[in-house]
């Protein structure tokens, strides 16, 4: 007998987020917060924990972090779906 397959995405971080976290990818279960009917991509910068640490001083998703859901720029609330690839890219800096 099978176990059913746990709704998941592939999470990747860029840059210092990558150094911050020491890991640049990650599948994580999709788990819709308490009363909500889906999960954004907002909610699992929180369920990630990715604001906290050396520097931060929040679990909200900074303005200035990026969200792309499948290869494209997205909202912080787009909602995410099983199989869904969720990319936090921080500000580049260069020249």
């Known amino acids: 007998m099978t176990q059913p397959s746990v709704p998941s995405v592939r999470v990747r971080l860029f840059a210092g987020l ?8 990650r599948l994580i279960p999709l ?3 308490p009363g909500a009917r889906c999960t954004t991509a907002a909610d699992l910068w929180r369920q990630l924990a990715l604001g906290t640490g050396p520097g931060a001083d929040s679990t909200e998703l900074p303005a200035t972090v990026r969200v792309a859901i499948n290869q494209a720029f997205a909202a912080p609330g787009s ?13 580049i800096t260069g020249g």
């Open 18 to 25: 990558r150094e911050r976290a020491g890991w640049g990818e």
């Open 79 to 91: 909602p995410l779906a099983p199989g869904d690839e969720v990319a936090f890219l921080p500000p």
């Open 31 to 33: 788990a819709p917060r």
